[in-house]
């Protein structure tokens, strides 16, 4: 009669032999097989009087192994505390039923007798009891994730040593109005002449076409200045760094990894002698393995790495910011003094290389406020959000408690009358609120690390430090304030109320006390505050997904739907000429065309809507620019001929590209709405001609006929 | 902890209804910890419905006071996943008498005055 059953309620059997651990080990050495065989036959008991019962058993034995658990715990605590007293001769304390010791400070012992009561009261109500823990994990759960996002993201310093010396720079233009990356040549003369930092480096993404695997595949990597990892005060897990030999264009060529792609494509081979990779037809070799979870600031991880060349023969060097530069703070150099000195360097090139730099400033920005820059409205609004919502639950579960509370108000009544003081009433329900206050957050833990892994999932792409979200020290820290809080919130309002009853109103009533009027207005004032506090979340909301939606409904000015874009990079070494390139675009637009279902295909330098690759200056026929200064500055991209056609872009005026703008064809041109309106008001824009640099007599004697002239044949929408 | 002397009476008695009981069941034969509780539950007519948590808590502190023990005494062939048997020393026996010493006095009172008959005091 007394074998435990084979398999029926295995989970809950698992579970509480799992939670059997909130006992001491004393304690489960003695009891915990007689506990155990308890359960499962109590379990199966209930499991024969229906599921519910079964349930409902095992929600109260959940909660009963939690809580006296822990308070096994604590008694074992207190019994050595007072036998250590009583040993040093000093005597225990008294402990009076009423549980006030000397000076009516509460003992431990009525500290206890209170959370059991609180205990007995709360399982006697399982349901009552399990929405309120239910309501307050996901309330706390959610609070603490959001929390540990803004704490990861905004406020915790970034993961490197002395990160408040890291500072990224940036050309400035127009006055200091916007600001750019950087060109090569500005890398190097920054990085020469500052003695304000004690190093500067710079980044760039670079594509490689990795091959010589079965299939070639294309890897976005970035280009990295020798001594990065010195800067930033990391070693490599294996080999070393770029060296200065390496950054020239025609220095030896090496490659770094990443340690994910170390451990995944070279097998973790620790002999990097041996290691090469084929990075866009060239052979590389491998020098050195970037330790675990590292990322360069600003930049996710990057599985390939090339020394970044500066090498003034490559025409890229001169005219081609796009570099991401930061450096590190020499000891003792503020972060204005610093500012001063480049921009002091940025005047003097300005003066050097007029052509190049005119205009050109340079400024700095504290690393960390780069990375998170535009992120912390978002988050902290996230944040407010999170608590308005906890606070709705609070609310809600305050009127619940509140019921209780009038509930109970015989038995207080009848303790009180029996001579429990009132302090002692107010205790008790306070230790209910703080235990479901404590056990919703230690749940809400749960809660918590589950959010944490949903917001590694769901979190856009490009949330900075995405990666060191976690549940930390100051998470739980949180957790545990906001759980406290939650349970003082809780038990203030109806632990104040059922204080001031006295005992003989309840008594004389002669049954439920139904809302008085105190009750009423309190439970009446709950719901005009969680009202109000709904209405401004649901508005806020509201506004929210509505911005949304108009973002969504704004015309790009080309069709979306059905329609896929790729990515490919041409290496120098196997397509190194006009020819190669358009051969290669033909047989590419060819195999495309041929696929079934393929109705058009089309290639271009750059997508709509991302930021432009190629930025040039540009003059018209008509209207010359007078000063350097002037020359207006265009985004420019070149396209095959039915690019248009397959985004499905408007021509506005004139005609498109067409197959017979080839190399030997007419040199053409086709602008959009906006530059008509920005350079051609006045006139018609067909039929002008344009072309891509300084007019004539802004430039060097001759250089002038080397630059061809387009004419324009269209207009595209916007 | 000396409960023989006069004094201890006064601090542990009148025992709470739950530990009355297990002592009871105890009294009655050596008993693992399930036994116990089912002991409670029957003589009660579960008007005690005395959980595992909570038995244990309870169970603890008798065998701190040195009511109860654990015995060696188990029948050959029992499973021994029901846990550890249990039975009263001579100590907690001396409690349970006292305890029924009390309320015997009690009942005899209330008998007096008619109470336990439900007529009521004149």
Redesign the interface.
């Known amino acids: 009669m ?3 059953p084979a398999r029926s309620g295995s989970m809950w059997v698992r579970l509480f032999s799992v939670l059997l651990l909130f006992y001491p080990r004393s ?1 489960r050495r ?10 499962e ?2 379990l199966e008991r209930a499991r024969e009087e229906g599921r519910g019962r079964m349930v409902s058993y095992g929600l ?2 959940v909660l ?2 939690s809580g ?1 658990g822990l ?2 715990r604590a008694s074992t605590l207190t019994r050595f505390v007072s036998a250590s007293r009583r040993r040093e001769g000093t005597g225990h304390p008294a402990s009076a039923p009423s549980g006030s010791g000397r000076r009516g400070v509460p003992t431990v012992e009525a500290v206890l007798t209170d959370l059991r009561l609180a205990f007995r009261r709360l399982a006697k109500s399982p349901r009552f009891t399990g929405v309120t823990l239910l309501t307050l994990a996901l309330g706390i759960g959610a609070n603490s994730a959001i929390f540990s996002m803004v704490h990861s993201v905004l406020l915790s310093p970034l993961p490197f040593d002395d990160p408040e010396a890291l500072v990224f720079a940036w050309e400035t233009r127009q006055a200091g109005s916007r600001i750019s990356p950087v060109s090569p040549l500005n890398l190097r003369e920054w990085r020469g002449a500052g003695t304000q930092f004690k190093k500067m480096a710079g980044v760039r993404p670079w594509p490689y076409n990795l091959t010589g695997e079965e299939v070639p595949e294309r890897v976005t990597g970035v280009q990295v200045s020798p001594g990065i990892l010195a800067l930033l005060r990391v070693a490599p897990e294996v080999g070393r760094e770029f060296s200065r030999s390496e950054e020239g264009l025609f220095g030896h060529p090496v490659c770094m990894v990443s340690h994910g792609f170390w451990l995944s494509r070279l097998a973790g081979n620790r002999k990097l002698e041996s290691l090469h990779l084929i990075l866009n037809g060239v052979t590389h070799d491998v020098v050195g393995v970037l330790p675990d979870g590292f990322a360069i600031p600003g930049f996710g991880p990057s599985p390939i790495l090339t020394p970044l060349p500066l090498n003034p023969e490559d025409p890229g060097f001169w005219g081609n910011h796009n570099v991401v530069v930061f450096g590190r703070l020499a000891d003792d150099v503020s972060l204005e003094q610093a500012g001063q000195a480049l921009e002091s360097i940025a005047a003097d090139l300005r003066t050097a290389y007029p052509e190049w730099n005119d205009g050109i400033g340079a400024r700095l920005v504290p690393a960390r406020d780069q990375i998170v820059q535009g992120t912390q409205q978002n988050l902290w609004l996230l944040l407010g959000a999170v608590v308005l919502v906890l606070l709705i639950a609070c609310a809600n579960l305050a009127s619940l408690l509140l019921v209780r509370g009038v509930e109970a108000e015989r038995e207080m009544a009848i303790r009180m009358a029996l001579g429990a003081q009132r302090g002692r009433i107010v205790r008790l329900v306070l230790s209910e609120a703080l235990v479901l206050g404590i056990t919703g957050g230690l749940l809400g833990l749960g809660v918590c690390s589950l959010g944490v892994d949903a917001i590694h999932l769901w979190a856009p792409g490009n949330l900075p430090r995405l990666g060191e979200v976690s549940v930390s020290l100051p998470v739980l820290g949180f957790t545990c304030a906001a759980s406290l809080g939650t349970g003082l919130l809780l038990g203030l309002i109806p632990a104040i109320q059922s204080a001031r009853v006295t005992h003989q109103d309840v008594l004389k009533e002669g049954g439920r006390a139904f809302g008085s009027g105190r009750r009423s207005r309190a439970q009446r004032l709950f719901v005009v505050g969680e009202v109000a506090v709904a209405v401004v979340l649901l508005v806020g909301s509201g506004l929210l997904l509505r911005t949304f939606r108009n973002l969504l409904d704004v015309d790009p000015g080309f069709e979306t739907e059905g329609r896929v874009a790729l990515q490919v990079s041409l290496p120098q070494a196997s397509y190194p000429d006009r020819e190669s390139v358009t051969a290669f675009l033909d047989r590419l637009h060819e195999g495309l065309d041929a696929i079934p279902g393929v109705q058009a295909s089309g290639s271009s330098v750059g997508l709509p809507l991302r930021p432009s690759v190629w930025r040039q200056l540009m003059t018209l026929e008509r209207h010359p620019a007078r000063t350097l200064q002037e020359v207006p500055v265009v985004d420019v991209s070149i396209m095959t001929p039915r690019w248009l056609e397959t985004l499905g872009a408007r021509t506005v005026r004139g005609r498109a590209l067409l197959e017979s703008d080839d190399e030997d064809g007419p040199l053409v041109a086709l602008v959009n709405e906006s530059f008509v309106r920005a350079h051609l008001a006045d006139l018609d824009p067909l039929g002008q001609r344009l072309r891509l640099g300084a007019p004539d007599h802004l430039l060097a004697e001759g250089q002038g006929a080397e630059v061809p002239w387009y004419t324009i044949v269209g207009v595209v929408g916007d | 902890m000396p409960a023989n002397q006069p004094g201890a009476e006064g601090r542990y008695l009148p025992l709470k209804p739950v530990v009355f009981h297990i002592l009871l069941a105890l009294a009655e034969g050596d008993a693992h910890g399930y036994g116990v509780i089912q002991s409670v539950r029957t003589h009660t007519s579960s008007r005690i419905h005395l959980e595992t948590g909570p038995f244990y808590r309870h169970l603890r502190k008798l065998m701190d006071r040195g009511w109860v023990e654990e015995s060696a005494d188990r029948p050959a062939e029992d499973d021994p996943r029901r846990g550890a048997y249990y039975r009263l020393t001579p100590l907690g026996l001396e409690v349970l008498m006292a305890e029924s010493r009390r309320m015997a006095e009690v009942v005899s009172l209330t008998t007096e005055m008619g109470l336990v008959a439900g007529e009521g005091t004149g």
């Open positions: 007394n074998r435990p304690f003695r009891f915990g097989s007689g506990m155990l065989h308890a359960f036959c109590d109260r034995s009963h192994v006296l308070l096994e």
